[in-house]
């Protein structure tokens, strides 16, 4: 049973019948469940006492309501409850039952709602649970036998662990992009010519402050404690940046910057084995033309791109294509890329 | 002339060739020299007295006595100097003649040194000029059209209007990012989940750290009180986003975030006519041959596509793919899109 209908639960739906669950569901907007019946993502509307499986996908403010409220009806046996919230520890902390595991899959769209459910949205993705001291084994090997049955890369770890990782590497950095692209826009007002000096490396960086911002006031006011700390934290290092800048310590900033670009070198692009993978990477003109030359190159020699990326450069329109493929194909595509003329140069990913 | 024989210098050489100039040049490395006469980037070695054009392409420590130099020796009637630092007011500041023209080609690439020499390098980029009162307005006229000639958008702004402008949409974007990707590495030593953690927001946001920070000490150096102002405005606004977390204002978070969409969503993506484009939004799941698929369609209906991008959801792999066209292409491609099944929508670019 899937509560609340939009994008999350409606793929999850619609993943689950495709492994052929029967998939019941309501949504406080019954219209929408309605709408997700007609639409085949539901094989009924309803609550199911039956079902052995709850999965709560409704907005934050009902999560712990319709949790407590799953629980405390009759379930089948065995049954156990999810949730899919993006804070795990204020969640985990009201509920405390044996058959909740709290769950977060790390997939989105910008299709929000009914319409972009999709039952290959979980696929490569990564999904953390949340099992606690107090969680039934065997509750959570359900919730992740059924987290891994759709593709996704299950990872558990403790709600709090959860907050805090987000609040660093999902959290903060929104909210920092939206206000590197506020002080842009206020120094634009008066400097229009700012938004023309606007290159690659500032679009990447400002590029999810332009999602749509409905959820992040619930996800600020629930993981408040982490994101302040985080927020502490890089207010401090960015400081000590100004400082490096301000004092003209030279060797002390390319220390940072070198750092840096080392971790961001190392950086897995998605769940997968990075000692299987190698990074082909060619320095391309940032035309569409070449991208696509590159990309059905590599089909048409059936070589499976696991990631791919386009590294602009800080300035102007050049850029290097980064296209990650199993070690032993690499050499492949680099060969393959040399008899079309573009160089390209191969590195293991570490 | 060209003075330097790196990227930007070779890129310089290469394009003048190509449009007939007989392109001299020289490099404080004469190993390096005579590679790029070896290669066809220059015609002759050396100084050339006659020279009426001289582009000073040096790394930042010798841009202002190579100018001087260039300047005080003998030149070609209405010969002009012009540079490529990037940082404009110490440059010109030195500097001050009639004849010498600072200048930034917004123009880079992944691929550093000679190797990397392009002379479609600077096709529609911006081209930044910083005339000053005492520059003579021919030589002004003389360089803007050999930057034009080259194919970029020239775009003339005073050395301290310049320097301001790179500090907010440059300079401190690129440190924070390596402070981001700095402050994850360090909590990652701890919580080694939290690079499986790092969706496509945060790949994003911190990309630009990944490149080679050689330059970056010189540029904080010499642009050290433009960056160290913009910092203090992004530390107090970035403290202003973090108390309204610590204070659980909902309202003023929304506020601020939708502030910040709007103004990203109307960012020009180039420095093209925007009255006559439009973005075709394409909800894609985040795999390269559905890339391929839709770019290669476009060619195959002759629509020149203008820019694009992926917006990666703020989590998994699901993303949207903004195709900027004529505006007159936009419905062609979209009813293209439709006949192979994929829905999109088509916004004129603000």
């Excluded at 910008?110 to 696929?123: H, I, N, R, T, Y």
């Excluded at 039934?136 to 709600?159: C, F, I, K, M, Q």
């Excluded at 990631?307 to 070690?327: F, K, Q, T």
């Amino acid at each position: 049973m899937v509560v609340g209908t939009g994008l999350i639960g409606g793929s999850v739906a619609r993943a689950l019948r495709a492994r052929g669950w029967h998939v019941s569901g309501r949504d406080a907007d019954s219209a929408r469940a309605e709408e997700a019946l007609a639409a085949g993502v539901l094989d009924a509307v309803g609550h199911d006492p039956e079902a052995d499986l709850v999965v709560i996908a409704t907005p934050f403010a009902a999560v712990i309501e319709e949790s407590l409220a799953a629980l405390a009806g009759p379930l089948a046996a065995g049954a156990v409850v999810t949730d899919v919230a993006g804070v795990k520890a204020p969640v985990t902390d009201a509920i405390r039952h044996p058959r909740f595991v709290g769950g977060h899959p790390m997939a989105g769209s910008e299709q929000a709602g009914l319409s972009g459910a999709d039952p290959d949205l979980f696929v490569g993705t990564t999904w953390v649970l949340t099992p606690t001291s107090s969680t039934e084994p065997d509750a959570y090997a359900r919730v992740r036998h059924v987290a891994a049955s759709l593709g996704a890369e299950v990872l558990a770890l403790t709600p709090e662990e959860h907050d805090t990782l987000v609040a660093v590497v999902s959290h903060v950095p929104h909210l920092t992009a939206a206000t590197l692209m506020n002080r842009a826009d206020a120094v634009a007002a008066e400097h229009a010519a700012l938004l023309r000096l606007a290159a690659g490396g500032f679009r990447d960086m400002t590029r999810v402050a332009a999602g749509t911002p409905t959820i992040w006031p619930d996800v600020c006011a629930e993981n408040s404690p982490a994101i302040v700390a985080a927020f502490d934290a890089l207010l401090d290092d960015l400081t000590a940046m100004r400082d490096l800048v301000a004092s003209g310590d030279r060797a002390g900033l390319l220390g940072v910057l070198d750092r840096a670009a080392a971790a961001r070198r190392s950086l897995p692009s998605r769940a997968v084995r990075p000692d299987r993978l190698a990074v082909v990477r060619v320095p391309v003109p940032d035309r569409i033309g070449v991208l696509a030359d590159i990309t059905t190159l590599a089909g048409d020699l059936g070589i499976d791109i696991a990631d791919l990326e386009i590294a602009h450069s800080a300035e102007g329109d050049r850029g290097v294509l980064l296209v990650v493929v199993d070690s032993d194909a690499a050499q492949h595509l680099q060969g393959a890329l040399g008899d079309r003329g573009f160089r390209s140069t191969v590195t293991p990913l570490a």
